[in-house]
């Protein structure tokens, strides 16, 4: 049998059949098993079924390929030789396994688990023997009865918990380890009334028909609801498919002298360099990642809020520095902070799983750098490391401003996330969602997140939860999110209709505000005053080091002077969009000239209209020319049809023509003059121009004054201007030749010689087919892919939310092609664009100005076709610098 035809590779014992190299076929958590075995750690025996399987499962109806069942059979047999125990065992200590998931790309909580499989009504009895410990056995049983029945039975969740809590309330105790025997005992035969009673049946007693339970039912999760948003958001593809990991179980709830616990090599919020996690002792592993208990910190450094209990270093300060090592063997062998599991069972450690670990964006950067300093990694890997879009993003995200009043804080919980937030409190995902696409700020508050609140932890500003640590589903998710997150405040108490909570004596409820602190743990009720972030430092830092690498430029799409100032700020160099039409509506001068402007009768009436606002324009480019001195500044003429200035409301007419001296009817009539079935389609861009001369004149001589006021000031100005809509070469040298006859006429009188190019926004599919005749009168392009992408997709986007959302469920698409650009389309058109444009023009310089800009996939692809900037929004620039950086690395 070959390799490919293998579908399962052994792990654990004297040597693995898999390695790190492996991790689309055996996914991530199976290629790191391996890798650990061969290296030495310990690590409980078991296998690994291939993400090939879960392809051909898919594709097949849910049949698996021919010989599977043989081969998972001699690999059981394989794990009960290593461990010495026996799988299906009526008598003894049997061998019971554990199946998890494990997706070549990390999707943490999203995909399903069980635990305990192999255990049934005759062998928990034995099992009770021969450990000589009834309770840990019947823990263990109710365990695997309460997630087989929901994993792989499909039973609602919340009835066993029902049916658990009730109990515990019946005989008055609150935790898992004050339960007995007889306790376990009941809650099992509990949960046996409720099965019967839902499904007719409780679980399996063939152990190996539970098996291949689980073994399916990870299969099937790789296409559940959280596991599909959890790779759309992180634009993870749907054909991977997850490995199945089969390993033999081991417990951290057998005794006092257990324990189970998740640590990181570093701070995965700070990125201190020390051991950080919690644990728990006589706990298994999803107690810990649940939330259901609030850990204990592995260390002194790992201790947070108000946690007293004791460390793993003081408990068992033996068993703490044997983990320390084998936890930093890990990190030096994979040059990466590592995320771990890990159980102690009855003194002896196991590792359970690493993998590079999530972390903050602050972290991320801090991270990067201290290993360059240490030798483990070199700038390119440094760079690497760094999320472009997640981590940029957070770190750019405000902060409480350090002169508000904090001494009212109501309560201090984990620092699970850094950053902070102010938003209105939801308590579940659904209103969450439903709420921030109306565009409002809110706050998800939970007792503890779960892999189906994924989307609402998308939607929302930040997240607050009752329980869990900073290891927690919550805590994980939100730092991979860039969200702030405060977990773990016992303080919290829902109200029994779950629309308020009380910490203390304050009650808050539905749509009150609340401000979160994710750096300190701290809750505020209200709204407190936030500040940026602090983007010097080792930010600044971790920037100039990626500006040493990238060739494409970094430009900003700014209107205003402040806008500009602060694009220079993140690093923009240069200005790559200026859209005019929105210094327009500032003032209710500048909006009643452009309206007398648009209904005069006249060329004289309508050039005295826009003469009223060539000083207010000029003034505009010169603040913004100040800004940005001595970078380029490209500056868009009028784009939008005119119809957007005027009022859209019947009952506004009247005051609108008395406010401009004119007759009601002559309004009336320009309006329908006006009128268009598809405006987007219409008399816009270079056609006003065309048509309204005395507007784009007026805009250009603005430009021209404002660039030499600048330079008579001192300054280094360095305008551009830009042509929008343009289709046919026609359009392009008829606006040209009227745009230089302006320049010239406005720089021989004032004495002065400089050169203002003019180029085009490249928007429309016919300018991409013919570029290389536009760019004769062309000086630049700029490709406008927001309505390059809807005039070659002929979608509208502002429509796009009535069927792209379900496109992308549906996979009909990938990607929203108005956020990333489609390159086998949009960018085939930019890409000819460029390669006729430079074949006419050598040299010229081409960009992008639409919202992909800053996307790091559409930022990959300018680079690879040879662009000679980006411009995106000003938030944006820092992401597109890094972007830009990491494509030069990867690329060349």
Same mark, same amino acid.
């Given at each position: 049998?070959t390799?490919s035809q293998?579908?399962?590779?052994?792990?654990?014992?004297?040597?693995?059949?898999?390695?790190?190299?492996m991790k689309?076929?055996l996914?991530?958590?199976?290629?790191?098993?391996?890798e650990m075995?061969?290296i030495?750690?310990?690590?409980?025996?078991?296998?690994?079924?291939s993400?090939?399987?879960?392809?051909?499962?898919?594709e097949?109806?849910q049949?698996?390929?021919v010989?599977?069942?043989?081969?998972?059979?001699?690999?059981i047999?394989?794990?009960?030789?290593?461990?010495?125990r026996?799988?299906?065992?009526d008598?003894g200590?049997?061998?019971?396994?554990s199946?998890?998931?494990?997706?070549?790309?990390?999707?943490?909580?999203?995909?399903?688990t069980?635990?305990d499989?192999g255990l049934n009504d005759?062998n928990?009895?034995?099992?009770?023997?021969?450990t000589?410990?009834?309770?840990f056995?019947w823990?263990?049983?109710?365990?695997?009865?309460q997630?087989?029945?929901n994993?792989?039975?499909g039973?609602?969740h919340g009835l066993?918990?029902?049916d658990?809590?009730e109990?515990?309330a019946?005989v008055?105790?609150?935790l898992?380890?004050?339960?007995?025997?007889?306790?376990w005992?009941?809650?099992?035969?509990?949960?046996?009334?409720t099965?019967?009673t839902?499904?007719?049946?409780f679980i399996?007693?063939?152990?190996?028909?539970q098996?291949?339970g689980?073994i399916?039912?990870?299969?099937l999760?790789?296409?559940n609801?959280?596991?599909?948003?959890?790779?759309?958001?992180?634009?993870?593809?749907?054909?991977?498919?997850?490995?199945?990991n089969?390993?033999a179980?081991v417990?951290g709830?057998?005794s006092?002298?257990?324990?189970?616990?998740v640590?990181?090599s570093?701070?995965?919020?700070?990125?201190?360099?020390?051991?950080y996690?919690?644990?728990?002792?006589?706990?298994?592993?999803?107690?810990?990642?649940?939330?259901?208990?609030?850990?204990?910190?592995?260390?002194e450094?790992?201790?947070s809020?108000?946690?007293?209990?004791?460390?793993?270093?003081?408990?068992?300060?033996?068993l703490?520095?044997?983990?320390?090592?084998?936890?930093n063997?890990?990190?030096?062998?994979y040059?990466?902070?590592?995320?771990v599991?890990f159980?102690?069972?009855?003194?002896?450690l196991?590792?359970?799983?690493?993998?590079?670990?999530?972390?903050?964006g602050?972290?991320?950067?801090?991270?990067?750098l201290?290993?360059?300093k240490?030798?483990?990694?070199?700038e390119?890997?440094?760079l690497?490391r760094v999320?472009?879009?997640?981590?940029?993003?957070e770190?750019?995200h405000p902060?409480?401003d350090?002169?508000?009043d904090?001494?009212?804080?109501l309560v201090?919980?984990?620092?699970a996330?850094?950053g902070s937030?102010?938003?209105?409190?939801v308590?579940?995902a659904?209103t969450?969602?439903?709420?921030?696409?109306?565009?409002d700020?809110?706050l998800?508050?939970?007792?503890e997140?779960?892999?189906?609140?994924i989307?609402?932890?998308?939607?929302?500003v930040?997240?607050?939860?009752?329980t869990?640590?900073?290891?927690?589903?919550?805590?994980v998710?939100a730092r991979s999110m860039g969200?702030?997150?405060?977990?773990?405040?016992?303080?919290?108490?829902?109200?029994?209709?779950?629309?308020?909570?009380?910490i203390?004596?304050?009650?808050l409820a539905?749509n009150?505000w609340?401000?979160?602190?994710?750096?300190?743990?701290?809750?505020?009720a209200?709204k407190?005053?936030l500040v940026?972030a602090?983007?010097?430092?080792?930010?600044?830092?971790?920037m100039?080091?990626?500006d040493?690498y990238?060739?494409?430029g970094?430009r900003?799409?700014?209107?205003?002077?402040a806008?500009?100032?602060?694009a220079?700020?993140?690093?923009?160099?240069g200005?790559?969009?200026?859209?005019?039409?929105?210094m327009?509506?500032e003032?209710?001068?500048r909006?009643?000239a452009?309206?007398?402007g648009?209904?005069?009768?006249?060329?004289v009436?309508?050039?005295?209209?826009?003469e009223?606002l060539?000083?207010?324009?000029?003034q505009d480019?010169?603040?913004i020319l100040?800004a940005?001195d001595?970078?380029?500044v490209?500056?868009?003429?009028l784009d939008?049809?005119?119809?957007?200035?005027?009022?859209?409301?019947?009952?506004?007419?009247?005051?609108f023509?008395a406010?401009?001296?004119?007759?009601?009817?002559?309004?009336n009539?320009?309006?329908?003059?006006?009128?268009?079935?598809?405006?987007m389609l219409?008399?816009r861009?270079?056609?006003?121009?065309?048509?309204?001369?005395n507007?784009y004149?007026?805009q250009?001589?603005?430009?021209?004054?404002a660039?030499?006021?600048?330079?008579?000031a001192?300054g280094n $100005?360095i305008?551009? %201007?830009? @042509?929008?809509? !343009?289709?046919? &070469?026609?359009e392009?040298?008829?606006?040209?030749? +009227?745009?230089?006859?302006?320049i010239?006429?406005?720089?021989?009188?004032?004495?002065?010689?400089?050169h203002?190019?003019?180029?085009?926004m490249?928007?429309?599919?016919?300018?991409?087919?013919?570029?290389d005749?536009?760019a004769t009168?062309?000086e630049?392009?700029?490709?406008?892919?927001?309505?390059?992408?809807?005039?070659?997709?002929?979608i509208?986007?502002?429509d796009?939310?009535?069927f792209?959302?379900?496109?992308?469920?549906?996979?009909v698409?990938?990607h929203? $092609?108005?956020?990333? %650009?489609? @390159?086998n389309? !949009?960018?085939q &058109?930019?890409q000819?664009?460029?390669?006729?444009? +430079?074949?006419?023009?050598?040299?010229?310089?081409?960009?992008?100005?639409?919202e992909?800009?800053?996307?790091?996939?559409?930022?990959a692809?300018?680079?690879k076709i040879?662009?000679?900037y980006?411009?995106?929004?000003?938030?944006r620039?820092?992401n597109?610098?890094?972007?830009?950086?990491?494509a030069a690395i990867?690329?060349?």
């Amino acid at each position: 049998m070959t390799r490919s035809q293998m579908y399962v590779y052994a792990f654990g014992g004297p040597k693995a059949e898999g390695s790190a190299k492996m991790k689309s076929l055996l996914g991530g958590k199976g290629a790191n098993l391996a890798e650990m075995t061969n290296i030495g750690v310990p690590v409980p025996a078991g296998f690994t079924i291939s993400t090939e399987v879960c392809r051909h499962f898919t594709e097949n109806h849910q049949n698996y390929p021919v010989g599977l069942e043989k081969l998972v059979t001699d690999n059981i047999h394989r794990v009960e030789h290593i461990m010495e125990r026996k799988f299906a065992a009526d008598k003894g200590v049997p061998l019971l396994f554990s199946c998890r998931s494990g997706a070549p790309i990390s999707m943490p909580g999203m995909m399903d688990t069980v635990l305990d499989l192999g255990l049934n009504d005759k062998n928990v009895l034995s099992y009770a023997e021969a450990t000589g410990d009834p309770t840990f056995a019947w823990d263990c049983y109710r365990r695997l009865v309460q997630m087989y029945s929901n994993v792989v039975l499909g039973l609602e969740h919340g009835l066993l918990e029902h049916d658990l809590t009730e109990y515990k309330a019946l005989v008055g105790k609150k935790l898992d380890v004050e339960m007995n025997a007889e306790d376990w005992q009941a809650v099992v035969e509990r949960f046996r009334t409720t099965l019967q009673t839902h499904l007719g049946h409780f679980i399996p007693q063939d152990p190996h028909e539970q098996l291949w339970g689980a073994i399916r039912a990870v299969f099937l999760s790789w296409n559940n609801t959280r596991a599909r948003t959890y790779r759309r958001l992180h634009d993870i593809p749907d054909n991977l498919g997850t490995a199945v990991n089969v390993q033999a179980m081991v417990f951290g709830n057998m005794s006092d002298n257990s324990a189970t616990g998740v640590a990181f090599s570093r701070n995965p919020a700070t990125g201190e360099r020390e051991v950080y996690g919690e644990f728990l002792i006589h706990a298994q592993g999803e107690d810990i990642v649940a939330g259901i208990r609030t850990p204990s910190p592995v260390n002194e450094i790992s201790r947070s809020g108000d946690n007293k209990e004791p460390s793993l270093e003081k408990t068992m300060p033996g068993l703490y520095q044997e983990f320390k090592t084998v936890i930093n063997r890990l990190e030096v062998h994979y040059h990466d902070v590592q995320d771990v599991e890990f159980t102690i069972e009855e003194g002896k450690l196991w590792m359970l799983q690493t993998r590079s670990g999530k972390r903050s964006g602050r972290a991320a950067i801090e991270i990067a750098l201290d290993m360059l300093k240490e030798g483990l990694i070199d700038e390119k890997t440094a760079l690497l490391r760094v999320d472009p879009r997640d981590h940029i993003n957070e770190m750019l995200h405000p902060r409480i401003d350090p002169t508000a009043d904090r001494s009212h804080s109501l309560v201090r919980g984990l620092a699970a996330s850094p950053g902070s937030a102010v938003g209105q409190i939801v308590f579940d995902a659904d209103t969450a969602e439903a709420r921030a696409k109306k565009g409002d700020k809110v706050l998800l508050v939970r007792h503890e997140t779960s892999a189906e609140d994924i989307h609402g932890m998308a939607a929302a500003v930040g997240i607050l939860t009752a329980t869990g640590g900073l290891t927690s589903h919550a805590a994980v998710v939100a730092r991979s999110m860039g969200k702030p997150c405060v977990s773990g405040v016992s303080e919290i108490h829902f109200s029994k209709d779950k629309k308020s909570i009380h910490i203390g004596e304050t009650v808050l409820a539905e749509n009150d505000w609340v401000t979160i602190d994710g750096a300190t743990g701290q809750v505020f009720a209200g709204k407190l005053p936030l500040v940026k972030a602090d983007i010097g430092g080792r930010f600044a830092e971790f920037m100039a080091m990626a500006d040493k690498y990238r060739r494409l430029g970094v430009r900003a799409n700014a209107d205003t002077p402040a806008d500009a100032r602060r694009a220079v700020e993140l690093g923009a160099q240069g200005i790559g969009l200026c859209r005019t039409e929105h210094m327009f509506f500032e003032t209710e001068e500048r909006l009643t000239a452009m309206r007398a402007g648009i209904f005069a009768v006249s060329d004289v009436e309508q050039n005295a209209a826009f003469e009223r606002l060539l000083p207010i324009q000029q003034q505009d480019f010169e603040e913004i020319l100040e800004a940005m001195d001595g970078l380029p500044v490209t500056i868009r003429l009028l784009d939008p049809p005119l119809h957007e200035f005027i009022p859209s409301k019947a009952n506004e007419l009247a005051s609108f023509a008395a406010a401009l001296g004119i007759p009601l009817d002559r309004v009336n009539h320009r309006i329908e003059e006006l009128h268009e079935s598809n405006p987007m389609l219409g008399h816009r861009g270079c056609r006003l121009g065309i048509t309204h001369p005395n507007l784009y004149g007026m805009q250009v001589r603005a430009i021209v004054r404002a660039a030499i006021a600048r330079k008579r000031a001192g300054g280094n $100005p360095i305008p551009e %201007i830009m @042509i929008p809509l !343009v289709a046919h &070469l026609g359009e392009l040298h008829f606006l040209r030749l +009227r745009s230089e006859a302006i320049i010239k006429e406005e720089l021989e009188a004032a004495g002065l010689d400089f050169h203002i190019h003019i180029g085009t926004m490249i928007e429309i599919p016919r300018a991409a087919l013919v570029a290389d005749r536009i760019a004769t009168d062309a000086e630049f392009f700029s490709f406008g892919t927001n309505d390059l992408t809807q005039m070659t997709f002929g979608i509208s986007r502002d429509d796009t939310a009535h069927f792209l959302p379900q496109y992308m469920e549906m996979g009909v698409l990938t990607h929203d $092609p108005f956020e990333t %650009i489609d @390159i086998n389309g !949009v960018g085939q &058109l930019m890409q000819m664009a460029t390669e006729k444009g +430079r074949a006419t023009r050598p040299g010229m310089s081409v960009g992008i100005c639409g919202e992909q800009g800053g996307e790091p996939k559409s930022v990959a692809f300018c680079h690879k076709i040879g662009l000679t900037y980006v411009s995106c929004s000003p938030f944006r620039v820092p992401n597109a610098r890094l972007a830009a950086a990491q494509a030069a690395i990867t690329q060349d």
